[in-house]
């Protein structure tokens, strides 16, 4: 039991962007902060804190409270244990004791998981620095792989002795039941005996976010090849490999403060850099890249480069996997290390400095690397090329990002020597086929030659809105640009005009809500209503809402809008300049409300007009003048805006 008035000191000392910012990557949004929420998978922030009411809240799935609670959230752990956490991050000591054996069997299953895992944790290290066998052989080892004592105590790492059950029974003695023992894996049961599962192998402890040891790798020392040369802990309720990467604990805060992660395959590659200085590294160890790994990189940065050795083959069977980090949105890079050398050699050999400076030369984007290696087997041979065309077409359609995608077709037109349009044209017909078979999965997938075209509702093709077209056309531009910043003019308090900045889609959702204007076309609503709802909430939606949204006619619209048969010629080597939509984009923003408006007061207009015509009261008939005078006043100041001069 910890005491209230330890209780009320810990929750005082806490401060919520620091408990949260070890595990969310927070940005600064006003008075509180945003990030990617924990707790549920999504590609928007949502998810925000405020240090002043120390307290965070995610307005997707709704999970709110204060630094205990999110504690408690995200390790599935206990008020004690969430207070025990943050005692521990500000030092803020707790009267413990050793635990009876009746407590520990008190625990709930995943505390018992944990605890069994840190005692285990200290036993492999006792071993290691304190026996014998364990400073011969296990700190042996590591020393002559050139491991420094600070890096050996700072990843807690151990040695199990060469005996069938030592940890077992040691365990055992200690009050900690079977179950428990073989649950977390520590321990194999054969013929009614307990045996340890690392015998003889140097341990490598494995952490989770909040520096908790859910798991182990152990590798063995001897040449008995009849022994597998790294053995892990088997899955369980507080350790799934697919979900854990080794040494993010210890490389969060630099993935987070440098915007950028290293990935590598084996715990040494970690240890050997963090011993470089380089920190913001962790490791898949050994197994094929996850979507969890991902995301949980994500979290942290957007950034990502991969370290390989120069085994080529290995890296076309992990092509899938770097695949999916393209459609989580994150950048990617491949660095190959000389032939010869993986990170841990390679890092022994050369200075820190050259390190970085190796990383930072020879490190190539995916996209170009993947093409320039999958290149390399299609020389003299068409058919193998035109295969080449389409599968690096299909990873650029995993990319999110419609300006990323642009960028990456015009660079692959010019590595593949593929005219720019026939890539574009192939990748809007994957993105629109993908897009109509999210909602059919029973269509039948479309011949090559065949392009699939947006089909407007059937209210859409029956009656159009005659403001349709200028709809569509603001629709276009929140998908298209909702997130850009853009500045414009504003009257202070003194009537003097300064500068403004806000994105896109606040500039126009603010300017369309205050003049009460409803698009007229349902589709068209419901985007622009998702558009409101978010920046309400202080996020802007990306475009992934829309693409992959439940509704049909969302996603096939939007998919429609941003996808573009067309291409802007590269006119400057003939000396014609072609302003970009970027550069343009303030004015094409103002140039379509303005239309958008002016058909709306159009459409007003006519319609007054009728009525003054069938109107046969006087009152009536002044009421409606005095509205069609109104309204051409406005279209007449609307006309001026725009350029169009016409008479009033």
């Not at 120069?310 to 290390?337: C, H, Q, T």
């Not at 995916?366 to 041979?381: S, V």
């Not at 109107?615 to 609307?638: S, W």
């Amino acid at each position: 039991m910890i005491p209230a008035e330890t209780t009320a000191k810990i929750l005082e000392s806490a401060r919520i962007e620091e408990v949260v910012g070890e595990f969310v990557n927070l940005k600064r949004r006003g008075s509180n902060l945003i990030g990617l929420c924990p707790f549920h998978q999504e590609k928007s922030p949502s998810f925000t804190v405020s240090p002043s009411k120390g307290i965070f809240k995610c307005f997707g799935c709704s999970k709110a409270g204060d630094s205990a609670k999110f504690i408690m959230e995200h390790e599935h752990a206990s008020y004690p244990e969430a207070l025990r956490y943050l005692a521990k991050k500000y030092q803020i000591e707790i009267e413990e004791r050793q635990q009876t054996p009746e407590e520990i069997v008190a625990l709930n299953e995943r505390e018992r998981l944990f605890n069994l895992n840190s005692f285990a944790l200290n036993y492999f290290s006792d071993t290691l620095f304190n026996t014998d066998e364990g400073k011969s052989i296990g700190l042996g080892y590591f020393k002559e792989r050139d491991f420094r004592e600070s890096i050996i105590k700072k990843f807690q790492l151990g040695y199990s002795p060469d005996k069938r059950d030592a940890f077992s029974k040691h365990a055992l003695s200690t009050g900690y039941n079977e179950e428990v023992l073989i649950k977390t894996g520590l321990s194999t049961k054969h013929d009614s005996n307990l045996y340890d599962r690392f015998q003889a192998r140097v341990i490598f402890p494995i952490h989770n976010l909040t520096g908790k040891v859910i798991g182990f790798g152990g590798r063995i020392l001897s040449s008995d090849k009849s022994k597998a040369k790294y053995l892990n802990s088997p899955e369980s309720e507080i350790y799934i490999k697919g979900k854990s990467l080794y040494g993010i604990y210890f490389a969060k805060t630099a993935i987070n403060k440098l915007d950028s992660c290293f990935l590598v395959e084996g715990y040494t590659d970690v240890l050997t850099l963090h011993q470089a200085g380089i920190e913001n590294v962790v490791a898949s160890s050994g197994t094929s890249l996850t979507i969890e790994q991902i995301r949980l990189i994500r979290r942290f940065t957007n950034n990502i480069t991969i370290l390989y050795d120069g085994d080529k083959a290995g890296i076309k069977a992990s092509l899938r996997g770097i695949d999916m980090i393209l459609e989580e949105g994150m950048n990617v890079r491949i660095l190959l290390f000389p032939e010869g050398d993986d990170p841990d050699s390679f890092v022994r050999k050369h200075r820190t400095t050259e390190v970085q400076e190796y990383i930072a030369d020879n490190s190539k984007d995916f996209i170009r690397f993947k093409t320039n290696l999958l290149l390399e087997e299609t020389e003299n041979d068409p058919i193998k090329k035109a295969g080449l065309v389409k599968e690096i077409v299909e990873t650029i359609a995993l990319i999110p990002d419609a300006i990323y995608r642009s960028v990456y077709v015009k660079e692959c037109s010019r590595l593949l020597d593929v005219h720019e349009q026939t890539l574009m044209n192939e990748l809007n017909k994957i993105l629109r086929s993908r897009f109509k078979k999210q909602f059919n999965p029973d269509l039948p997938d479309q011949k090559p030659e065949t392009v699939p075209q947006y089909e407007k509702p059937e209210e859409e093709q029956s009656d159009v809105s005659p403001a349709y077209h200028q709809e569509r056309e603001l629709v276009k531009i929140l998908l298209h640009f909702g997130r850009n910043e853009v500045n414009h003019k504003v009257p202070d308090e003194l009537g003097n005009e300064v500068i403004f900045s806000e994105n896109v889609a606040e500039f126009i959702v603010a300017d369309l809500t205050n003049d009460q204007i409803v698009f007229e076309n349902k589709t068209h609503q419901k985007i622009f209503d998702i558009f409101a709802l978010a920046i309400n909430e202080g996020v802007v939606p990306s475009e992934n809402q829309f693409i992959s949204n439940p509704e049909p006619d969302i996603a096939l619209l939007s998919a429609d809008l941003l996808s573009s048969p067309y291409e802007l010629h590269d006119w400057k080597r003939k000396k014609i300049f072609v302003k970009t939509e970027l550069e343009t984009l303030m004015q094409n923003i103002t140039s379509s409300l303005y239309k958008y408006k002016e058909r709306i007061i159009d459409i007003r207009l006519n319609s007054v007009s009728k009525q003054l015509k069938e109107a046969t009261n006087f009152e009536d008939q002044i009421i409606l003048m005095q509205q069609k005078k109104h309204l051409d006043n406005i279209r007449f100041k609307i006309n001026q805006m725009l350029g169009i001069v016409i008479s009033k």
